[in-house]
Nanobody, 117 residues
Framework: QVQLVESGGGLVQAGGSLGLSCAASGSIISINVMGWYRQVPGKERELVAH?????????TDSVKGRFTISRDIAKNTVTVYLQMKNLKPEDTAVYYC?????????WGQGTQVTVSS
């Protein structure tokens, strides 16, 4: 079992910045990939960025150069951060933290990011 606690998000004007964080606790030793997805109503949830156990990162094309994913590993928790800069209205979505394990995955509760034009 893994528990995910998300924080951050909110309302920002276009061109502004926001940060998200997700703290994972529990069976963190089994995490292979940890990252962020986002979803808007009527569309499928899409990958934003993730980081593998080894530190490799992947970004969806639309956020490259604007978003940065990073990670902090402590004794009993792993926290992944998403720093978002130069935000655009099309970045508006509910952002979900995700961890992938050999036997499944876990999702956070989601946090709203709204970018006004």
């Amino acid at each position: 079992q893994v528990q995910l606690v998300e924080s951050g998000g909110g309302l920002v004007q276009a061109g502004g910045s926001l940060g998200l964080s997700c703290a994972a606790s529990g069976s963190i030793i089994s995490i292979n990939v940890m990252g962020w997805y986002r979803q808007v109503p009527g569309k499928e949830r899409e990958l934003v960025a993730h980081m593998t156990r080894g530190g490799s990162t992947t970004y969806t094309d639309s956020v490259k150069g604007r978003f940065t994913i990073s990670r902090d590993i402590a004794k009993n928790t792993v926290t992944v951060y998403l720093q978002m800069k130069n935000l655009k209205p099309e970045d508006t979505a509910v952002y979900y933290c995700n961890t992938k394990h050999w036997n499944g995955e876990y999702w956070g509760q989601g946090t709203q990011v709204t970018v006004s034009s």
